[in-house]
């Protein structure tokens, strides 16, 4: 079964610091999808960035980065030069490929980022 | 702004009563999802829906239904409410337009749910 693992209940960070937040995930399938997701206190869900597991290079979208270690099975997320609305939860998802059907998002239980100036 | 937009924002009711929970997906999504999210079971997969059809099942409940309209926007049915339901509720949606295609899903801003 798919599993998604975040040790970090919660991380602190300085204004443009870089900060990594742990993801690992387990899964019996060879293709698979990795997605990072931020949710602000304000509740919604953003997406930030998605990582394939045939994907030769880590993701990256703008100070978003994935460390993506295949063999150890984690995605970690990378932000770099923090900024205050960086503070949020952080969540990591998985999704295997569809055998025999769409499958869904599995999530894992957050970490809480606070950026202080 | 993700593009889904969801309805009511926000809804407050009573143990035992049923709500409705609308969702429009993005222009052009074929799939829609709905999550729970509650602080005791974090965010948990409830039903897809991928052009009007049921296409995966997660932890919902037999209280719970769902369907995907002809116009591709989503309802989700709660019903004999319990002080448990109550939690954020999202809709996402996606592309999905082959098997296979590991597409991202973006999330509509919640419908909060407190039973009361």
């Known amino acids: 079964a798919q599993k998604i693992t975040q040790t970090q209940p919660g991380m602190f960070v300085q204004e443009k610091e870089a900060v990594t937040l742990d993801c690992t995930y387990d899964?019996?399938?060879?293709?698979?999808?990795l997605f990072w997701y931020k949710q602000p206190s304000s509740g919604e869900m953003i997406f930030l960035i998605y990582q394939g597991s045939y994907d030769q290079q880590n993701a990256t979208e703008g100070r978003y980065s994935l460390n993506f270690q295949k063999a150890r099975k984690s995605a970690n997320l990378v932000i770099s030069a923090s900024q205050l609305g960086d503070s949020a939860m952080y969540f990591c998802?998985?999704?295997?490929?569809?055998?025999?059907?769409?499958?869904?998002?599995?999530f894992g239980t957050g970490t809480r980022l606070l950026v202080s100036p | 702004d993700s593009g889904v937009t969801q309805t009511p924002k926000h809804l407050i009711t009573a143990t035992g009563q049923r709500v409705t929970l609308r969702c429009s997906p993005r222009s052009g999504d074929l799939s829609v999802y709905w999550y729970q999210q509650s602080l005791d079971q974090g965010l948990q997969f409830l039903i897809q829906?991928?052009?009007?059809?049921?296409?995966a099942k997660g932890n919902i409940l037999e209280r719970f239904s769902a369907q995907q309209f002809p116009d591709l926007h989503s309802e989700l049915n709660l019903s004999s409410l319990e002080l448990g339901d109550s939690a954020l509720y999202f809709c996402?949606?996606?592309?999905?337009?082959?098997?296979?295609?590991?597409?991202?899903?973006?999330f509509g801003p919640g419908t909060r749910l407190t039973v009361t």
């Open positions: 996402a949606s996606s592309v999905e337009a082959d098997l296979g295609l590991l597409d991202e899903q973006y």
């Open positions: 829906y991928y052009n009007g059809e049921e296409r």
């Open positions: 998802a998985m999704r295997e490929a569809p055998v025999q059907g769409f499958q869904k998002l599995v």
């Open positions: 899964t019996s399938d060879p293709s698979y999808g």
